[in-house]
């Protein structure tokens, strides 16, 4: 017979997202458990670059005012963590590498002399690149650090337990997994790459594979993240570069090929010629949550009491700390601090 819990909010998904809306929801006194299927922080959360790219040339135009926030929240989120958790999260890298075209466009070109005080190993090729003032951390860090850190907050966090089915009953939602019943005022979707599951609303969410590696190089040859059209190389401070990624329409593989993962490695060892590929390779993939249009589903579900926090495809990592912000405001009826109208469900006219 299934126990019972009962709480303010549910909250499906123990990745960043999730973990980083039960921190935001308990800060504001809330009562909130969250279910993850496997282990928190074990998928895409987990296999990311970390890069916290407010400027992206690659993001879409829509996304940049919560990108902005995202980073501006970003030294109080860590520090909260790491007060919670007692463990450090640290800020790895401070500053990027961006490839311009050659016309420019993303401001100064970085000169031959700059370059080389941060990057003394970077080979830049025919590429020509610009500074980006943007932060990287290492996912690895938040893999311990951020469930703890629900749980030194008073959330729950129920591991190895999946959502079966949600029900809404007049004053909240039902949620059935395998070991709990959970009773709550509201539920949240934040199922990344799953989110799209009819169980939990039908949201187009669709995985979008992404293979990583890391190279091994001595710290001070790379101190910045260097972002091409091909590849980015994410220095960890410690000997570890971390490479990626490939772009996969793939479903819910998680396996590496090492067919598709290798251009990604000769592309990063041209810019870095002194990095080593480490023997047995040392290569993971992971499932981005993209949507239709590129930008995350922020806002009510359909069903009552029901909500989406997901579909955040290659930001996830940069856009948690808002996300969380602005769902808790919205879920609480305060105006968030960045409007919702773009990232919200109904545009699909699905949910
Ligand atoms: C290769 C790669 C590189 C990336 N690099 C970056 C980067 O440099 N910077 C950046 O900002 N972002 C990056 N991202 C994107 C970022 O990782 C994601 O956007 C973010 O992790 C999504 O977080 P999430 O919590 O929504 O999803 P996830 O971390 O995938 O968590 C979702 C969780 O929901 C659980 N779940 C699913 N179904 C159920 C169910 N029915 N019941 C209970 N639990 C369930 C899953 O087990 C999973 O743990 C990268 C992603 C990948 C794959």
């Known amino acids: 017979m299934n126990s019972s819990l009962v709480v303010d909010v549910a909250i499906a998904g123990g990745g960043i997202i999730g ?60 520090a909260r963590i790491e007060a919670l958790s007692g463990r450090p999260v640290p800020l790895r890298t401070q500053r990027a590498l961006q490839e311009q075209k050659p016309e420019g466009g993303l401001g100064g070109t970085a000169t031959a002399a700059e370059i080389a005080e941060l990057a003394p190993g970077l080979d830049p ?40 089915s949600v029900e809404t009953t007049g004053r909240g939602i039902v949620v059935e997994t395998l070991r709990e019943r959970i009773s709550a005022g509201m539920l949240v979707n934040c199922c990344g790459a799953w989110a799209g599951g009819r169980r939990l609303g039908g949201v187009p969410v669709e995985p979008v594979k992404g293979q990583m590696a890391n190279l091994r190089c001595a710290p001070e040859l790379l101190r910045c993240v260097v972002r091409t059209a091909g590849v980015y190389l994410v220095p960890r401070g410690d000997g570890r570069v971390t490479i990626g990624a490939t772009l996969e329409h ?4 998680e396996t590496v090929e090492s067919s598709l993962i290798r251009p990604v490695i000769d592309a990063a060892l041209r810019l870095l010629p002194e990095a080593s590929l480490p023997s047995p390779l040392d290569a993971w993939a992971g499932l981005r949550p993209g949507t239709p249009d590129d930008l995350p589903i922020l806002g009510a579900a359909k069903l009552e009491n029901c909500w989406h926090a997901t579909g955040h495809y290659r930001d996830g990592i ?29 545009r699909f006219g699905s949910d």
């Open 19 to 78: 973990l980083s809306l039960a921190l935001e929801l308990r800060q504001r006194g809330l009562s909130v458990a969250v279910m993850e299927r496997g282990h928190a922080m074990s998928s895409a959360s987990w296999a990311a670059g970390g890069m916290l790219a407010v400027n992206d040339p690659q993001n879409p135009l829509k996304l940049l005012p919560l990108c902005i926030r995202s980073w501006a929240l970003y030294p109080s989120y860590l």
């Open 125 to 164: 090729g025919g590429h020509s690149f610009a500074w980006l003032d943007e932060g990287s951390i290492d996912p690895n860090d938040l893999r311990e650090a951020l469930p703890a850190a629900v749980r030194a907050a008073g959330g729950t966090l129920l591991e190895e337990t999946e959502v079966l």
């Open 250 to 253: 793939a479903g819910f593989d």
């Open 318 to 346: 940069l856009l948690a700390p808002v996300t969380a912000r602005v769902m808790a405001q919205a879920m609480l009826g305060e105006t968030p601090d960045v409007s919702l109208d773009a990232f919200s469900p109904a």
